[in-house]
């Protein structure tokens, strides 16, 4: 917030992005898209919860390109949400990992629970990116993944 305080007391033009489910390479291995991948490589059984919880997923390459156009936009004061508008439940998010990998793997559904203030549905709008820095997602779901598992395979040495 301290940023914004400067960028209006200089009257610098400022643009406030709010990324939603970003994957892709070097993404933290912890996060659902990188464990999943990464258990495939290893062989390693896949423990979820059931997976109803709803998401919205961009690919890094979009964002990047999102936020690049943000900042030379000459309109200020705005709050845009970078995001693909399409819900997807994370059961069919991994389900469609799978398939991408063509992998046969162990997958644990309700091994994880719930946690107690689960987020059920997290899914943007980014009508407003579009209108004030001319940005929409590029890069579908299907596209996205094939491209992270590409890289996962490539890398697997970084996640030793």
């Known amino acids: ?3 914004i305080i400067i960028a209006k007391k200089l009257d610098i033009p400022y643009i406030i992005c ?3 489910g970003v994957y892709g390479p070097f993404e933290a291995s912890y996060r659902i ?4 991948l990464l258990s495939i490589i290893n062989g390693k059984p896949v423990k979820v919860t059931e997976g109803e919880q709803i ?3 961009t690919y890094i390459e979009d964002v990047a390109e999102a936020f690049i156009k ?3 936009s000459k309109i200020s004061s705005q709050k845009i949400n970078i995001c693909s508008m399409i819900p997807i439940k994370l059961k069919t998010l991994i389900n469609k990992a799978v398939k991408i990998t063509k ?3 162990n997958i644990q559904w309700g091994a994880i629970p719930y ?3 689960e987020m059920w549905s997290l899914v943007g709008d980014n009508s407003s990116a579009k209108k004030i820095i001319g940005w929409e997602p590029k890069t579908s779901l299907e596209e996205g993944l ?3 598992w590409e890289w996962y395979k490539n890398n697997r040495l970084i996640f030793k």
């Open 1 to 3: 917030m301290a940023s």
């Open 18 to 20: 709010r990324p939603f």
């Open 33 to 36: 898209i990188p464990y999943i």
């Open 55 to 57: 998401r919205d997923f």
């Open 70 to 72: 943000a900042g030379f």
């Open 103 to 105: 992998a046969r793997i």
């Open 115 to 117: 946690r107690s203030q």
């Open 146 to 148: 094939i491209k992270t």
